[in-house]
Each structure stands twice: as structure tokens, then as C-alpha cells.
Nanobody
Framework: VQLQASGGGSVQVGGSLRLSCAAS????????MAWFRQAPGKEREFVAT????????KYADPVKGRFTISRDNTKKKVDLQMNSLKPEDTAIYSC????????????????????WGQGTLVTVSS
């Protein structure tokens, strides 16, 4: 499966952005999806994940209550709605996927993910 992320940009503190990741070349509803981010000088870190069915969600503690992950299996995309953005949210955001049989499987480990899209840059300024 190929993944294409979009929607990044520059926003002020407290603002919102919506990232989108479009999938092609695979059976989208067979994949657990996730967003990761990498800030300058830091390792890539988990942000949010969503199961095949969309029924299981997990978030990293720094984004809980501010970010929402969702997916549309018909449109083959996964979105990340980011609200109340902070300067520490500045990073390159990438979407990722792994195929799995279970409808409930999710993972916060980057090693679980086989497929990665290119990143989209989010910059939050004060």
C-alpha cells in the first residue's frame, strides 16, 4: 500500500489543522493505521492509532484531548484533527500502516508498521 500525507502547514498557538493520509494500492480496511511525528533533533514518536474497524483508538499522552484520529474505509483515508496546537507539536507528521487480521489490533510501536508515507510538516508558532 502507498500512503500520501497532506494538510500540514503553519499555524499559531491554539490553532487547528487537519492532516489527511490517502492510501492506494492495497485493501485499506485490512490495515491498522497510525500517525507518528518527528520533531527536529528528536526520534520519531507515536501520536495516534486506529484499528481496522475504527473502533479502537489510542493516543499518546501529550495529544490526548486535543487530537482525534479517524478513518474512512470507503474513501481509503485516515485523518488527524489537531486542535489547541502547541509549539511542541511542531514536527514532521507521517502516516503508517500494517496489515492485520484482527479488527481490534492497534500498536503504538513504530516497529509494528510496515508501510510509511512521506511526512507533512506542521509548524506551530507563538
Amino acid at each position: 500500500v502507498q500512503l500520501q500525507a497532506s494538510g500540514g502547514g503553519s499555524v499559531q498557538v491554539g490553532g487547528s489543522l487537519r492532516l489527511s493520509c490517502a492510501a492506494s494500492g492495497g485493501t485499506f480496511n485490512m490495515y491498522t493505521m497510525a500517525w507518528f511525528r518527528q520533531a527536529p533533533g528528536k526520534e520519531r514518536e507515536f501520536v495516534a492509532t486506529i484499528s481496522r474497524s475504527g473502533g479502537i483508538l489510542k493516543y499518546a499522552d501529550p495529544v490526548k484531548g486535543r487530537f482525534t484520529i479517524s478513518r474512512d474505509n470507503t474513501k481509503k483515508k485516515v485523518d488527524l484533527q489537531m486542535n489547541s496546537l502547541k509549539p511542541e507539536d511542531t514536527a514532521i507528521y507521517s502516516c503508517a500502516a500494517y496489515p492485520v487480521a484482527s479488527l481490534r489490533s492497534v500498536s503504538i510501536q513504530r516497529e509494528s508498521y510496515y508501510y510509511w508515507g512521506q511526512g507533512t510538516l506542521v509548524t506551530v508558532s507563538s
